[in-house]
């Protein structure tokens, strides 16, 4: 945005000389620093999706889980394993996963 601020600028006649081409070089200097910024800023992180993500999340019981049942997370149904049993509308913590079925616990309280 600043670079299209100075070519502006200096198409309409307002910087004068040596004056001109320093500013295009700072402008240019500038936006090229801030584009190259906000890319490392985007990639520092993994992108996080999957199963993996919902580990340590508590969620709702939807199917009885005595050994195996189904949870809800974010509206979506997931087979769920759990070890002690879990009774419908049990709150329960995702403790892991077995490719895509999830481990929970009851949650106390």
């Not at 502006?8 to 402008?27: F, M, P, Q, R, S």
């Amino acid at each position: 945005m600043t670079f299209v601020v100075a070519v502006v600028l200096v198409a309409l006649g307002v910087v004068h000389d040596g004056w001109a081409i320093a500013l295009l070089v700072g402008t240019g200097t500038l936006e090229t620093s801030q584009t190259l910024f906000w890319i490392w800023y985007s990639q520092r992180r993994r992108i996080q999706a999957g199963a993996e993500t919902m580990i340590g999340r508590v969620v709702e019981v939807a199917e009885e889980a005595r050994p195996y049942g189904l949870v809800r997370v974010d509206g979506e149904l997931w087979r769920a394993h759990s070890a002690e049993g879990a009774a419908r509308n049990e709150r329960v913590r995702i403790v892991g996963r077995d490719g895509l079925t999830l481990e929970v616990v009851r949650e106390p309280g």
